[in-house]
């Protein structure tokens, strides 16, 4: 169902765009990252028919969510970016809630997840 790409490595202060390609339709969609030995946590969340999004404080004013309805894709921009944005990232969807939520149980679609790392 969604399928993300485009991590990487990158200095600190670098930048990188992330995608996540869906094959079916949601309400809201979602990036979420798990660090080395942490919980997995939320980033930020968009509403597919309305564009709002909802950022985490730690990323805000740094990525920036935005969506392609016609290629049923997500993006995550990632500027400015911190040794503690290294992470696996993964999107997720749900089909179930407009509601942005922070939590994972709402999200019924998660993508394989994709590595970002960011040397200091």
């Known amino acids: 169902q969604l399928q993300a790409s485009g991590g990487g490595l990158v200095q600190a202060g670098g930048s990188l765009r992330l995608s996540c390609a869906a094959s079916?339709?949601?309400?809201?969609m979602s990036w979420f990252r798990q660090a080395p030995g942490k919980e997995r946590e939320f980033v930020v969340a968009?509403?597919?028919?309305?564009?709002?999004?909802f950022y985490a404080n730690s990323v805000k004013g740094r990525f920036t969510i935005s969506r392609d309805n016609a290629k049923n894709t997500v993006y995550l921009q990632m500027n400015r970016l911190k040794p503690e944005d290294t992470a696996v990232y993964y999107c997720?969807?749900?089909?179930?809630?407009?509601?942005?939520?922070?939590?994972?149980?709402?999200?019924?679609?998660w993508g394989q997840g994709t590595q970002v790392t960011v040397s200091s």
């Open positions: 997720a969807g749900s089909s179930r809630t407009l509601i942005m939520s922070m939590i994972e149980g709402p999200y019924d679609y």
């Open positions: 968009i509403r597919w028919n309305s564009g709002t999004t």
């Open positions: 079916g339709r949601t309400f809201t």
